[in-house]
């Protein structure tokens, strides 16, 4: 039964024996009653008793008289608690009597709640578990039982409770009453669940994350001053940044892991613990031997610090590479700068003694083979540069074929030669007398060869020597070029065939050279689907290059292959070109080989001197005034017939659009300046296209 305040008073009878009842919230939320001492002699004395949850009603039905647990008694206990209390019946766990507090928190009312037992409201999950707590209480292995389950309100909804409850027995003690006080524990079971879902989620987060995070505890020395800190948790990253397992962290002392970090990470960590400020900084950290770039951010949790490592390492060599890219770029420029100006003051020098009235024939002579040398290198240079161009852009393409690579190897040394011959070096060549079969491009497997005999000849003190060989081992073709010179550093070596690089750019500089020749050499033989290496046992001691290039079946020798033809065809040349120096050059070379020629240097003129002449070859300059070479090729094609007149576009404009606009507009080849004037003899005689 649920009583109220007056049914109470009204059951305990006359005043003298039941004194008024104070109702009242005492501090902490207690709810407080107190009776005038009873002027029977059998009453016992309770002034002052508190009901403060389940302690206070238990001690005070403890210490009354087993004559006064009377249901009038129990209920108006039940009324003075305050809280959700209930009594049931021990054996059958039969509710008995309920607080109003109890009906609220169950949803039934008093009359429901009577016909019920305790089992019945818990919620299924929890019974068997409740039950064997309960029981033990009964049986008197333990006065007192403590339990936390679910109530299954009457409108379905579920809460959770803490029951504290107690047995009390008779004189022969037997279990004659249960009475418990249930505290609504939800919204703390709900913040728990919280919170673990929360810790669940931060774990798998932070297990799952790429970047290293972890959580350090401080460790004071007996002052109270941080001494250092200890792990209290990392996950999977830290484990594999600091290359210790995430199993022998936890615990850790920070100094004794990371000493390094004493003057710089953990005065960082001791302010973002003093002052709650973060801080985020970028460090270089080396874990037993292994050196990486993190970005380190730490922030106060609690009284310890929350820290993240982020692996920014390959944003640091990212970084760094820009940097070394553009120190390569500034030293090529630089070095390109003294390239061309050296060929060029000594043509500039050459061409004035050459002008000199009073100069003997020896002496000219002498200038006009220097300024052939040093245009020679200027064009070399040039070709350098737009073949990295070209080949860096994709836009090269090999003329391949069957070939001897031995055969290309002598037309090596013999073009490498005269820079052999000036150091005063000794080339040691062995090539052997059997094939060296490849599929290759003649000219562009040439350059590989002699850019590295080059490079082991400027690269080589003077009277060094160098080795060539050239072998079949195995299903490769293999090229090696050893010399005696300067070396490689052994941290230079991974970078020698980047392009710009050099391993000695002051020797670079004196000798000659862009730093371009060794990546010209990478990129054309892997273009043959070969590779190359370089080796060196540190600077002084020599380098060696090895090309391994895939051999191939040696082509059948054709039977009544034609010989060499020997001889020129004189022919009725027509120049045209607006740069007079070259025009007239190029005129006496030709007259000098036998040709007729004639000369224009502009469109329309051209076109009046092909009626006029009737040319059979046309070297016809693409860059002209009023109309370009374009136009010009068009007009004397569309007035010649095809195949009536040779056409070749004789120009400094040498990409692949070039050449197609050439094709297109009728030329029959396109040749870029400069050109050796054997070539430009084989394309005249009609031998190449």
């Not at 305050?82 to 009906?103: D, K, M, N, Q, W």
């Amino acid at each position: 039964m649920v009583y109220d305040g007056r049914d109470a008073r009204r059951a305990a009878g006359p005043p003298a024996r039941w004194p008024a009842v104070r109702r009242g919230v005492a501090g902490g939320g207690r709810v407080t009653g107190t009776r005038e001492e009873r002027k029977d002699a059998e009453s016992a004395s309770l002034s002052g008793a508190e009901s403060s949850g389940d302690g206070g009603l238990r001690r005070e039905l403890d210490r009354a008289p087993a004559a006064l647990l009377s249901e009038r008694d129990l209920h108006l206990a039940l009324e003075l608690a305050g809280v959700a209390v209930a009594t049931g019946e021990p054996s059958t766990t039969r509710i008995l009597a309920v607080s109003r507090e109890f009906c609220a928190l169950t949803g039934y009312s008093e009359a429901e709640l009577l016909e019920r037992t305790f089992v019945d409201l818990t919620h299924p999950d929890d019974r068997a578990r409740d039950l064997a707590v309960y029981q033990r209480a009964v049986h008197g292995a333990e006065r007192e039982w403590r339990s936390e389950k679910r109530f299954v309100r009457k409108d379905g909804g579920v809460r959770w409770v803490m029951v504290r409850g107690a047995v009390f027995r008779d004189e022969r003690g037997k279990a004659v009453r249960a009475v418990g006080v249930i505290e609504d524990i939800t919204a703390r079971k709900e913040a728990d669940e919280a919170l673990r879902r929360s810790e669940e989620r931060f774990r798998a987060a932070q297990e799952l994350s790429l970047d290293a995070f972890i959580v350090l505890r401080p460790a004071r020395d007996e002052a109270g001053r941080i001494a250092d800190f200890l792990f209290d948790f990392a996950n999977p990253a830290a484990g594999r940044l600091l290359r210790v397992p995430v199993s022998a962290l936890v615990g850790r002392r920070l100094l004794d892991l990371m000493p390094d970090q004493r003057t710089e990470l953990f005065p960082l960590y001791v302010r973002v613990v003093e002052t709650g400020e973060p801080h985020d900084k970028e460090i270089a950290y080396t874990a037993r031997g292994h050196r990486v770039w993190v970005r380190n951010m730490a922030v106060k949790v609690g009284d310890g610090v929350a820290v993240s490592f982020n692996d920014i390492t390959a944003r640091k060599q990212a970084e760094q590479a820009l940097l070394d890219g553009d120190r390569r770029k500034d030293e090529f420029l630089a070095m390109l700068a003294h390239e061309l100006r050296n060929p060029l003051s000594a043509i500039q020098f050459a061409l004035r003694i050459s002008q000199m009235p009073t100069v003997p024939e020896p002496r000219r002579a002498w200038a006009q083979a220097v300024m052939q040398r040093q245009l020679g290198q200027l064009g070399r240079m040039v070709d350098d540069l737009l073949d990295v161009s070209r080949i860096t852009r994709g836009k090269i393409t090999l003329k391949q074929e069957p070939l001897d690579l031995g055969h290309v190897v002598y037309q090596a040394v013999a073009a490498a030669a005269p820079l052999i011959d000036a150091s005063k070096h000794e080339l040691a060549l062995d090539v052997g007398p059997r094939p060296l079969p490849v599929f290759g491009d003649t000219a562009r497997l040439e350059q590989v060869v002699v850019n590295l005999l080059t490079n082991a000849a400027k690269y080589t003190r003077e009277g060094g020597r160098i080795w060539l060989s050239a072998r079949q081992e195995g299903s490769e073709i293999v090229v090696r070029v050893k010399d005696t010179g300067y070396g490689i550093p052994e941290e230079m070596l991974p970078r020698i065939f980047d392009l710009f690089e050099q391993a000695h750019p002051t020797l670079g500089r004196a000798r000659g050279g862009l730093g371009i020749g060794l990546t010209l050499v990478k990129r054309l033989v892997e273009m043959h689907s070969g590779s190359v290496s370089a080796a060196s046992e540190g600077e002084g001691r020599g380098s060696e290059f090895t090309v391994r290039l895939p051999a191939v079946e040696p082509p059948a020798e054709a039977e009544g292959a034609a010989g060499p033809v020997s001889g020129t065809l004189a022919r009725r040349i027509l120049v045209v070109d607006d740069n007079r120096d070259h025009a007239h050059a190029l005129v006496l070379l030709l007259e000098q080989a036998g040709h007729v020629t004639a000369l224009a240097h502009d469109g329309p003129s051209a076109l009046e001197a092909a009626r006029s002449f009737a040319p059979e070859v046309v070297l016809l300059d693409i860059g002209l005034p009023a109309m370009d070479g374009y136009e010009v090729a068009r007009r004397m094609r569309g007035e010649a017939g095809a195949g009536a007149l040779r056409i070749l576009a004789f120009t400094g404009y040498g990409q692949q659009d070039d050449v197609r606009r050439s094709r297109e507009a009728g030329c029959d080849a396109h040749l870029v300046k400069p050109i050796a004037p054997e070539v430009l003899f084989a394309h005249i005689a009609g031998g190449e296209r």
